[in-house]
C-alpha cells in the first residue's frame, strides 16, 4: 500500500502528459455499467462502441441486463476481477458516484493498470483506495473525448 503524498502521484486527472500517454497506450479497456444496443444514445454505450470502433478490446461488465450475453458482439462479464487475459490497461466506470463504493474491492482485486470515472462521477475517498493500490485513476472526464484528442493526435 502507499500512503499520504505518495499516493497522489496516482491520482492523475490534472495531468495532461500522463493522461495522454494512458489513453495513447491503451489497449484493453473493461466498461463497468456498460449498456446494451437498446441504450445507442447513452454514453453507457456509444463512449465504449467509439473505443471499439478504435480497435480498443472492449471488455463489457454491465450491470444490469440479466438476460445478456453479448455487447457489440463481445461477451459480457459480471465483474471486473472475472476477465480473464492480460492486465486491462483501464475500467472505464459509468456507475453514480453513491454507486462507487461497492466495486472498489472488485477493482482492487483486478488491479487494471487505471480506472477512469466518467464525465461527471467522482468519488475521492475510492480513487484515495484505489491510488493506495497503486492503481492509476482519473476521476470526472470522458474517455472518449481524451482518446479523440490524444490518440488520434499521436
Known amino acids: 500500500m502507499i500512503h499520504g503524498p505518495d499516493a497522489d502521484r496516482f491520482l492523475i486527472e490534472g495531468d ?15 466498461v463497468l455499467g456498460m449498456k446494451t444496443e437498446a441504450h445507442a444514445g447513452q454514453p453507457a454505450f456509444f463512449v465504449p462502441q467509439y473505443l ?17 450475453h453479448s455487447i457489440l458482439g463481445r461477451p459480457i462479464y459480471r465483474t471486473i476481477a472475472e476477465i480473464p ?30 480506472v477512469w470515472f466518467q464525465s461527471g462521477i467522482r ?22 473525448v481524451d482518446h479523440r484528442r490524444y ?4
Open 123 to 144: 468519488h475521492d475517498e475510492a480513487a484515495r483506495r484505489l491510488a493506495e493500490a497503486g492503481i492509476l485513476v482519473v476521476q470526472d472526464r470522458c474517455l472518449m
Open 52 to 68: 471499439a470502433q478504435a480497435g480498443i478490446d472492449v471488455i463489457p461488465v454491465p450491470v444490469y441486463f440479466p438476460e445478456i
Open 16 to 30: 495532461e502528459e500522463q493522461i495522454a500517454q494512458l489513453v495513447r497506450t491503451a489497449k484493453r479497456v473493461a
Open 151 to 154: 490518440a488520434r493526435a499521436s
Open 85 to 114: 487475459g492480460p492486465t486491462l490497461d483501464i475500467v472505464d466506470v459509468f456507475r453514480r458516484p453513491k454507486d462507487i463504493p461497492g466495486h472498489v474491492e472488485d477493482l482492487l482485486a483486478a488491479r487494471p493498470r487505471a
